[in-house]
């Protein structure tokens, strides 16, 4: 079981950038995803997820509004859309695979396996 997160980079504050968490060994429809990040010197807090019926989505109040999570099944990806970026989401994003529940979704004990992150900096 493998989950790969690409698309982070350096973009300007108000800019935008997609990250994609691709996943191997196991079908998305299976488990719910999570989005995670960490900043310099700050735990990993909880951005977005999706549960395993994959019907809602639910976002940190931090981002609410501003990022957006899909999933394509047929290519076993989750996408974060993420916009209006701000200097406070420079971070370290991962992506997870787990049984996230609508009262723990953001529980990084709820998620059994996870990608190796990707850096997203947004300068001010």
């Known amino acids: 079981v493998q989950l790969q997160a690409s698309g982070g980079g350096l973009v300007h504050a108000g800019g935008s950038l997609r990250l994609s968490c691709v996943t191997y060994?196991?079908?998305?429809?299976?488990?719910?995803i999570g989005w995670f990040r960490q900043a310099p010197g700050k735990e990993r807090e909880g951005v977005s997820y999706?549960?395993?019926?994959?019907?809602?989505?639910y976002y940190a109040n931090s981002v609410k509004g501003r990022f957006t999570m899909s999933r394509d099944t047929a290519k076993n990806t989750v996408y974060l859309q993420m916009n209006n970026l701000k200097a406070e989401d420079t971070a370290v994003y991962y992506c997870?695979?787990?049984?996230?529940?609508?009262?723990?979704?953001?529980?990084?004990?709820?998620?059994?396996?996870w990608g190796q992150g990707t850096e997203v900096t947004v300068s001010s």
């Open positions: 997870a695979a787990g049984r996230p529940v609508a009262s723990a979704g953001f529980t990084s004990t709820v998620y059994y396996y």
């Open positions: 060994g196991f079908r998305l429809v299976d488990y719910g």
């Open positions: 999706i549960r395993v019926s994959g019907g809602s989505q």
